[in-house]
């Protein structure tokens, strides 16, 4: 079945470590992105990318940096996980066609950094 | 930016009751989708409807571009149908979509 692939589904950080957050769609869209999801302050986005080989920030990059290298992987690191990071994060996928073309989600990925 | 305002916050329902879930917006779009986040996490697309009407089952949905609302009906609501539905709409000048602070449904047998 066609969609994004999020790892790992959940994990325990020590503050301080370095963590890479997987995402792999294989729809072949163009546009994809990073959400966070907090308790009482909804969907934030943290990076997106327009199409391989750019990216650009959200409302809350500050501690997060992505990359795109190819069309199908958008992987999020945190350099050094503080607290504050614990969320559940969402990468989310679309065919951007100007302001058109619906965004899909993945199943998230629960962070918790200690 | 865009704002994207949803009513009602919260929802309680006895099975089998139908409801009416309201997307308002500040500004023209051309890219509003409806999601439901189950009690599990996962966020379901219900429907892209930048206009119109689109109908699945026992959910259909009505955007008004040009009044700047959109509607989501549930009708015969089943315990499945719990969690919290939220509206999105695109923020071209962002690259984003913004959303809603969603409408927490319970359905209780």
């Known amino acids: 079945i066609a969609g994004i692939t999020q790892a790992p589904t959940s994990q325990i950080l020590a503050a301080g470590r370095r963590m890479t957050l997987r995402c792999t769609q294989d729809m072949r869209h163009n546009a994809m992105y990073w959400y966070r999801q907090d308790l009482g302050l909804g969907l934030r986005l943290i990076h997106y990318?327009?199409?391989?080989?750019?990216?650009g920030k959200g409302e809350v990059p500050d501690g997060y940096s992505v990359s795109r290298a190819n069309t199908d992987d958008f992987p999020l690191t945190l350099a050094s996980a503080v607290p504050s990071q614990t969320s559940v994060y969402f990468c989310?996928?679309?065919?951007?066609?100007?302001?058109?073309?619906?965004?899909?989600f993945g199943e998230g990925s629960r962070l918790t950094v200690l | 930016g865009i704002q994207v305002e949803q009513s009602p916050p919260d929802l309680i329902l006895q099975e089998g009751a139908n409801s009416t879930l309201r997307c308002n917006f500040s500004d023209s779009v051309n890219n509003l989708q409806w999601f439901h986040q189950n009690p599990w996490g996962q966020l379901i697309n219900l429907f892209y409807?930048?206009?119109g009407t689109k109908q699945n089952g026992r959910l259909s949905a009505t955007t008004v571009a040009t009044e700047r609302y959109s509607l989501l009906y549930i009708s015969s609501s089943q315990t499945t149908d719990s969690g919290v539905y939220f509206c999105a709409v695109f923020s071209g000048g962002y690259n984003k979509l913004i959303f809603g602070a969603g409408t927490r449904l319970a359905v209780h047998p």
């Open positions: 409807i930048p206009s």
């Open positions: 990318s327009n199409t391989a080989g750019t990216t």
């Open positions: 989310a996928s679309r065919e951007d066609r100007g302001n058109t073309g619906e965004l899909f």
